[in-house]
C-alpha cells in the first residue's frame, strides 16, 4: 500500500470514528455546509416539535470535554495541510450547552486550528436568551459567530399548533441579543408549516417578524412529513390540512414581496418546488419575476409530470 493510499484509508477511518453517532445523515445549516463540523451534541436538547424527525429517534446527549477535544484532535490530522477557518458544532442546538463549557470548545479549537476565524451553531431562541449580555459577549470574543436560528414562522398560533417551545416574542428577543453582542445569524423559514388554515397569518407574521431582525441569510425550506413525526396525527385527524408544494412555492412568493430587510434570500433547498436564491432588496424584483414565470409554467403544464421530473433529478443535483 502506498503512503497516499494509507492516509486515505486512515482519514476515512478517523471520520467514522468523529462521526459514528450520526448515523446515516445528519442535518447542517446551509449557510455552513462547508465547515468543519465538530461533534458536541448528539440529538436535540427539545426535541418537541410536531413537525420534525431529523434526530432519527436518537435521544440527546452532551459529549464530554474528553471526547471532544479527541474529536477535534482527528479532525485536525483529516484536515492536515489546510488553513481551515469555519468550525460548526454537530448537533441539533449545540448553543445549549452552558457557557463555561462552549468557551472551553473554543479553547480546544482554537488551540488546534490557528486559523480558526469563527465557530457556529445550530440554535433555539430559547438557548439564547438563557444567555446574559456578558456570557453573549463572551463567546464573540471566543469566536462564536454566524449562529443559525430555526424561526420556522412568526406566527404564534403556527408555533403554538407545532409544539415550537417559544413565541414569536422569544424569537425576536434572542435576534436582538445576537445583534446587540455582534453576533451574526442566519434564520430558516418553513413553507407550509400552518397548513391551509393558517397560511395567511403565518405568511404575514412571518414578515412582519422578519422586518425587525437583521439576519444575514433567509434559509427558506418546504414542510416535508417525516414517518416519526407527530404531525402525522393531527394530518390523519384533518386538523392540519397540508398545502401542496405549488401552493407552498406561492406562499414563499408573497413572503418574499413583503421582505424589506437587507439580507439573502435562500430558497435553493430540495424541498422547495422551485429553487431561487439572490440578495435582497438588489435582487428581489428578478426573484419574484423568475417564480412568477415558474408558477405560470407549472399551471400551464401536468402539475404530475412537473413533481415526477423534479424529483427524478434529486440524485443527480
Known sequence: MTQTAERIQNINRLK?????????????????????????????????????????????????????????ENLRVINEGRKSKRFLLAGGNPFVLSTEKLLRISDVIHKNFPDCEYISSFSRADDITRK?????????????????????????????FQNKGVTRADNLTAMNMLDNAGMKYSVYIMLGLGGQKMSESHVNETASLLNMSNPFELTVVTLVIFKGAGLIERIKSHEFLRMHPFDALKEGRKLLSLIDISTIWDATHKTNIFPVKGKIPEHKERLLQRIDDVIAEIESTDLKQYELKRWRKWGTE
Open 132 to 160: 446574559t449580555t456578558d456570557e453573549l459577549d463572551m463567546l464573540r470574543s471566543a469566536g462564536y459567530d454566524r449562529l443559525c436560528i430555526g424561526i420556522e414562522s412568526g406566527s404564534d398560533d403556527v408555533l403554538a
Open 16 to 72: 467514522r470514528d468523529v462521526y459514528r453517532e450520526y448515523g446515516f445523515y445528519y442535518y447542517v445549516p446551509m449557510a455552513e455546509a462547508y465547515t468543519v463540523q465538530v461533534p458536541v451534541t448528539v440529538g436535540c436538547s427539545y426535541n418537541k416539535c410536531l413537525y420534525c424527525e431529523l434526530n432519527q429517534g436518537r435521544k440527546f446527549r452532551e459529549l464530554s470535554l474528553e471526547e471532544i477535544t479527541g474529536h477535534v
